[in-house]
C-alpha cells in the first residue's frame, strides 16, 4: 500500500523478526527473501515472503517493501512431502 507505513497497516504478527528485519535494514540496507509472519488488511494470518531495501524517492528516505503471500505454496510443499514414499 503506497504512502502507508507497515506500522499503519499492522502488518506485523511477530515483533521478534521485525526488529531482525530493521537489524538487517541497518547493516546490510536491505533484506532479500526472509520468511515472515503476517497478517492481511483483515487480521488473518499470513506466512510471507519479504524483501525490503532502502530507497530515495523525491529526497525522501523510504522503504520498498514486496511481501508475497507463500501460505499456500508451503501447505502444498508439507501435503506432497507427506505423500512421498520414504526411500528404502
Known amino acids: 500500500m503506497l504512502g502507508r507505513t507497515a506500522h499503519e497497516i499492522?502488518?506485523?504478527?511477530?515483533?521478534v523478526q521485525r526488529e531482525f528485519m530493521i537489524d538487517e535494514l541497518r547493516?546490510?540496507?536491505?533484506?532479500?527473501?526472509r520468511e515472515m509472519?503476517?497478517?492481511d488488511k483483515n487480521g488473518a494470518p499470513l506466512v510471507l515472503d519479504v524483501s525490503v531495501e532502502f530507497i530515495t524517492l523525491n529526497n525522501t528516505a523510504c522503504l520498498l517493501m514486496n511481501a508475497r503471500d507463500i501460505g499456500q505454496l508451503k501447505s502444498c510443499l508439507l501435503y506432497t512431502s507427506n505423500r512421498m514414499p520414504a526411500s528404502a
Open 37 to 39: 509472519n503476517g497478517r
Open 10 to 15: 499492522g502488518i506485523w504478527t511477530d515483533t
Open 27 to 33: 547493516q546490510k540496507g536491505r533484506m532479500h527473501h
